[in-house]
């Protein structure tokens, strides 16, 4: 895992950061005036998108190349795609490493899903491939970078697309790859949703592969909770015009499955401590 800003592979970083390291500054300094921040605030927003769509052009040509030929350098870029992304967005994208014991090289991370922002939130942040509802896969552009990035998919209404997505978790984490799930099956508001699907905890007794609880915390919640009907063009610009863009991901202990002898008491014990997160970070 690593900090979300610190890899820029860009052909224009070294245009932002010597805006915002020396000219913002000196601007600031010598006219003293907000509106001359704010003027250097929309041409460092600028050069983000910028970046963002010379990236995502060259993302995107690389998603027809055979995924043999990419495969691990696309999941490296696509991270940073994710980077981008929040960039341009204006996010500022918090990790709080709550953890007392180093964290596994190998494990399935789970999170509260409130918001569409954990779609690049969380790869932005973590080493992770995620599993992601089958509706992505129609994202204009976005959906076959995902694809190529290896992001799996899910039909939620399908029992057969669960189980299905299920044996392919299994099989990218044999390989020793990371995945991120979302147990709440979905976007079910800013508040923790009443019960945890089983097959994150399932997966991660038959394989013996820890679990990594991460709590995200949007402090703009309205703003950022993702509302049914709600289109994901619309989201973005919502999220551009946040009133406030701070964004926190609390990570909290491994949990070994060890510990547990069935899913649904495993299960139950992971939903406690959202409970618990939820009511120090958003009560």
Same mark, same amino acid.
């Given at each position: ?16 950061q ?8 000196v ?5 003293g005036g907000?509106?001359i ?6 041409i460092?927003l #600028?050069?983000?998108?910028l ?10 040509? $690389? ?6 030929c ?7 870029l696509? /991270? ?23 964290l596994?090289?190998?494990?399935? $991370? ?20 995620s599993l ?5 896969l ?20 399908? /029992? ?15 390989? #020793? ?7 709440? #099956? ?11 699907r ?6 991660s007794?038959?394989t #013996?592969?820890p ?20 289109t994901?063009m ?13 964004v926190?991901y ?26 618990d ?7």
């Amino acid at each position: 895992m690593q900090r979300g800003d610190t890899l820029f592979p860009s052909v224009v970083r070294p245009i932002l950061q010597y805006s915002m390291a020396h000219v913002a500054p000196v601007l600031r300094a010598a006219l003293g005036g907000r509106l001359i921040y704010r003027l250097v605030r929309i041409i460092w927003l #600028g050069l983000c998108w910028l970046d963002l769509t010379l990236f995502t052009a060259l993302l995107y040509m $690389l998603s027809f190349v055979s995924a043999e030929c990419t495969q691990p350098a696309y999941a490296m870029l696509f /991270r940073a795609w994710c980077r981008a992304f929040v960039r341009a967005l204006g996010v500022e994208l918090r990790l709080h490493q709550k953890y007392q014991d180093p964290l596994p090289k190998h494990f399935i $991370l789970i999170a509260n899903h409130p918001s569409a922002f954990e779609d690049i939130g969380v790869p932005a942040l973590f080493n992770v491939i995620s599993l992601a509802k089958i509706e992505v896969l129609d994202w204009w552009i976005a959906g076959r970078i995902n694809r190529s990035a290896g992001t799996l998919f899910v039909k939620r209404e399908s /029992r057969e697309s669960r189980h299905a997505a299920s044996e392919q978790v299994v099989e990218q984490l044999g390989k #020793g790859r990371n995945v991120a799930i979302y147990p709440e #099956g979905g976007c079910r508001g800013k508040r923790i949703f009443s019960s945890f699907r089983y097959g994150a905890f399932d997966i991660s007794l038959r394989t #013996g592969v820890p679990i990594v609880p991460v709590f995200l915390q949007y402090e703009a919640q309205d703003t950022f909770e993702w509302k049914p009907h709600e289109t994901l063009m619309r989201k973005l610009w919502q999220f551009l015009n946040a009133p406030n863009k701070h964004v926190n991901y609390y990570v909290y202990d491994a949990i070994d499955p060890s510990g547990f002898s069935d899913k649904r008491n495993y299960c139950e014990f992971v939903h406690r401590l959202y409970v618990d997160w939820q009511a120090k970070y958003l009560d």
